[in-house]
DNA sequence: CGGCTACTTGGCTATTTTGCCAAGTATGAA
DNA sequence: TTCATACTTGGCAAAATAGCCAAGTAGCCG
């Protein structure tokens, strides 16, 4: 096993989990799995500044998992690869399970 | 759509996806990926200092991804859901589509 | 043109994360 | 018991992130 190539890659996919590891950042992520949302929409589901929002944006754009369309006066991101849904979707198979796991302890 | 469980979530989704945020975690996680490792084993793979490693491991085990079995002077960790070679595939369809844009970019 | 809305960017502070060293625990061997 | 190995934890300093305000850009309408 080349280590030199292992580490690489974990930094390469380091750069796309980062993107997607904030509360904000999901909640983003799941209203762009439903369709286009423009930046004051964005802004009103998540309760923060705009330029919060604006830059949480940026950062997934830049690691290029959302793209934006300008329209009108508006900005409307959409993600750029459906593959995201299931990545949410295995997200949540650990979610559950370690839900489950809490249950264990309490119960 | 009820914005307060959204949050509530994405804030549980944020907790797993920020214990994998890390290049040394994911090299953790792919080498799980494969078979139990010793902390030894993981400290040789990264590279840094064994409390480093042991911190990372502290982490992702706090949030559920991985379980230690100790075995004489040795910790053995394992990924506790075999779901997680999936979600490295979603990573890897989106860090792939991330370099085809580049390419498009730089060519 | 001026003014308005939608958004981005700069700059700053506060918080979180990271990684090393040093010190502590646990297990096995002599 | 003493020593050595494997690992964890505390503590600290450096680095990265987050979020707000203020200021800037861009498109529409009068």
Redesign the interface.
Known sequence: MN?RA??D??????????A?????R??IA?ALADGERCVCELTA?I?ADMSTVSKHLALMKS???IEPEKRGLNVYYRL??P??A???R??????R???A?LQRVAG
């Open positions: 280590s292992c580490r890659r974990s930094a390469q996919r380091a750069v796309v989990v980062k997607l590891a904030h509360p904000s999901l909640m799941e589901l309760g690691v290029g998992l750029s690869c593959c995201f299931d990545l949410l295995c997200v949540d198979l650990i979610t399970k370690q839900a796991a």
